[in-house]
């Protein structure tokens, strides 16, 4: 029982991405969740705009499909298989506490001083979200691939685009969280 | 019934992303501060079994269960796109600490602000299919 209420481990958790990966094989399609986001453009007429998004979408509805269920699991993992809050290194939240003031770890599963509900009615979390979020559809567009499309799928497959896109990845989060963090959040 | 298929390993992608923590912004914050080998571990575990499995499949000519061809094919070469998209993508991974699975993860358990991000991700996307052609590839 407590398998399914405890955080997974990572050896846990690593396996059954594996799984995931090898299950979509199976069925015909390679595991990359980011390409449904151009599938959501163009089932919503985002064609008129670009031709980027003139083509068969509904011959990738499979990965709609894919995330509908990814909010599902959501939304039971959340519900019935834990308690939502996320312990992480001690040092690490005590740095998030003194230089951010982002006193949640341990607590909660996002931080509740950037993803609370109260802290909407400040733009400046609007805009962090919302920044984020265009970064990372526009990056995993240009790059052709996200956190699974390359760093699992790509990686798997031994692709050296896939490398060097994970090697950005990293870039970018280390630049983002150990130069811009300071400017943002300080 | 093939639908069904889909969103049941959506399901189960979910409830591992949950249960995993990777769908956490401490996660993602605290791998970037190298403050734990979790995420690496994740990450680390589920390549090496992908190496091995599609070695296998590669080499035994498995199919798809519907007998259609595996979806492997190379990626295409270049390295500006998969650089500079990389690092863009990397920047907004550690700023919304979260990425385009797990968006639909938390959205699904009930993280109104994640619409945001997912907004922002599909205006996101919305510019590289329009600045596409100027851009370099």
Redesign the interface.
Known sequence: MNILYE????????????????????????FG??S???T??AAMD?DK??D??NYDWKSKR??L???????????????Y??N?A?A??S???Q??ATDYKITS?GEA???SE????E??GDPF??A?????????????????????G?????????????L???????????????L??PL?FG | MKNIVYIIIGILFGIIMYKSEAASWFRIYEMFQFGSFHMYGLMGSAVLLGIVGIKVIKQKNIQPLDGSDMSLEPKDKSVTRYLVGGIIFGLGWALAGVCPGPMYVLAGAGYVSILIVILGALIGTLIYGVLRKKLPH
Not at chain 1, 7 to 29: D, R, S
Not at chain 1, 65 to 79: C, D, K, N, P, R
Not at chain 1, 134 to 145: I, S, W
């Open positions: 955080p997974w481990p990572w050896y846990v958790g690593g396996p059954l991405i594996a799984l995931v990966l090898f299950l979509l094989l199976f069925a015909g399609k390679q969740m980011s449904n986001l151009r959501a453009c985002a705009l670009s980027y998004f499979w990965n499909l894919v995330v509908l269920g990814a909010a599902m699991g959501g939304f039971i993992a959340s519900h298989m834990s939502s996320v992480i290194n040092d690490v939240a740095q998030l770890a599963y996002l931080p950037i993803f609370s509900l802290a909407l979390n609007i962090i979200l919302l920044l984020g979020g265009m970064m990372v559809g526009f990056g995993a567009r240009y790059g052709g691939g996200c956190t699974s390359h760093g699992i799928s790509g990686l798997s497959n031994l692709q050296r685009p896939s060097i896109a994970v090697l950005g990845f990293f870039i970018g989060g280390l630049i983002m969280v150990h811009l963090y943002i």
